[in-house]
Structures are given as C-alpha cells and as structure tokens.
C-alpha cells in the first residue's frame, strides 16, 4: 500500500537524491546552495521589517519605563527570569480567558531587549501588573513555596540586602534614546534621583517623577522598607508595570467583542 502511494514520488525521489549526492562531491556547488537557502532564510525575515510602521499599533498613551523600572527590567534580564516566564499573551481563547488581553506589538516597542519567548515553565507575565501586592511579589520572591508550593523557581531573598546603583542609569537611559526610546534630556539627567523619587512618596523627588513620567507613576516603597532603596524595589516596580505601559490591548479586545 505504501509502495503505492509513493510510486508517483519515486522519480522525484530518485533526481532528488542524485542531485543532492553530486552536489554534495563538489564543493563550490554545495556552497552555492547553502548561499541560496541563507538568502531565502534571510529575506523571508527581514522582509516584515519593512512594513514595521504599519506593524506597530498606534498608541498615544503609551509610555516609556521610569529609570527604576527600567532598572528592575534589567535586573529581570540578569537573573534569567526570561527563561521561564514568557511576555507574550497569543490571540488563542483559552490564553486570552487565563491571562487576559493578547500581546501588540506597541507594547514591545521601547523593549531592548525584547523578551516575548515562548517557554513558560512559570505563568506568562504579560499582564502581571497590579494583579498581586507589593508585599505579595515581595513574598514570592523571597520564599516562592511560601504562596505556591508547587513552584520551582529559586529564592531571591538576596535582593532585599542588595542596594540599587543608581550612577549608571543616566547612561543607560541615553543608550536607550539611540535606539529609538524617547527619553528626553531632563529625563536622561534626572535619572538617578527620578529612581530613589519613585520608590520614596511624599518627597521632592517623587513629584518630580510624577511631573516626568505622569500622574499614573507608581510611587511607593515597593519592598516595603523605607531606610533604602535596593534591587527589590526596582524588580517589583518593574513587575507591577509590566502589562500597564498602554491602555490599548483592553480596548481593543473589547472593540474585536462587540
């Protein structure tokens, strides 16, 4: 039966294999086919690249992170946590019921590096803002089996003892605008302050932030201590962000339901 159905194939079969043999004895012919099929490979993922504008939602609420949530960002990236949680929320039912509205593009837009992944040993975390308390994400990562047993993500205590450097964020910010991240001049040169602002309310600094990166700037102590700020602070504020940087996903999921 299956002789059958491949005898139609065997010609093709049989040139396919001829041709692969003698390519395969002549070295400049194999490089001219690797060449080809790296060119196609190529093409076929630069080519969206130029229809990025018309790619990328319009957001005219969008905003860029705060130097303290840029800093938990990073801080994200240093300790892996990538590898296990995902940021990208497909259009599929049953992850849209589960995690809420699916991923824009423009929510990505000021991300470098992107980190939309695909592997979730853990939740995704696309939406994870201000679903929990600080004092909860304080909590996980501290002692994870404290609030889910079954969780095999590693402690994190360590960054409530370790304080936060700040000195570098103005450059940070400004290797940021080069790629595109509008951060204008006050805010590259207030950075290091609008970081310990954010994290402390009711002072100077935290007007200035408010003043800087609007009104709906969350401004408190993240880690729940007062007498410094750390590198807990900063991956909380950046957590309690993450899904909040553009009204846009809510209202267009609930334009595509009506």
Not at 36 to 42: E, L, P
Not at 121 to 133: C, I, N, Q
Request: net charge negative; glycine share 6%.
């Amino acid at each position: 039966m299956l002789r059958k159905i491949l005898k139609p194939f065997s010609k093709f079969f049989e040139f396919h294999a001829r041709s692969h043999y003698r390519a395969e004895r002549h070295s400049m012919a194999l490089t001219i086919g690797i060449i080809a099929a790296s060119a196609v490979g190529g093409f076929v993922e630069i080519a969206p690249l130029f229809s990025i504008d018309e790619t990328v939602e319009a957001a005219p609420d969008m905003r860029v992170y705060t130097p303290l949530e840029q800093a938990g960002r990073d801080i994200y990236i240093r300790e892996g946590c990538y590898a296990c949680h995902s940021q990208m929320i497909r259009s599929l039912r049953d992850e849209v019921d589960r995690y809420g509205p699916y991923s824009l593009a423009v929510e990505s837009q000021y991300d470098h590096p992107m980190l939309w992944g695909s592997k979730r040993t853990g939740p995704d975390l696309a939406r994870v803002g201000e679903k929990f308390s600080d004092e909860w994400q304080v909590q996980h990562l501290v002692d994870p089996r404290s609030l889910v047993p079954e969780s095999v993500m590693p402690q994190y205590a360590f960054l409530l003892n370790a304080p936060l450097e700040t000195a570098s964020l103005p450059d940070r910010l400004a290797a940021l605008r080069t790629v595109g991240v509008p951060y204008s001049d006050e805010q590259i040169e207030n950075a290091a302050d609008d970081a310990r602002g954010q994290a402390y309310p009711d002072t100077d600094r935290a007007y200035a932030v408010e003043e800087r990166y609007g009104e709906a700037t969350n401004i408190r102590f993240f880690d729940g201590r007062r007498d410094r700020l750390t590198e807990m602070d900063a991956l909380v504020a950046y957590l309690q962000i993450m899904g909040g940087l553009t009204d846009l996903p809510q209202k267009t999921q609930i334009a595509d339901g009506e």
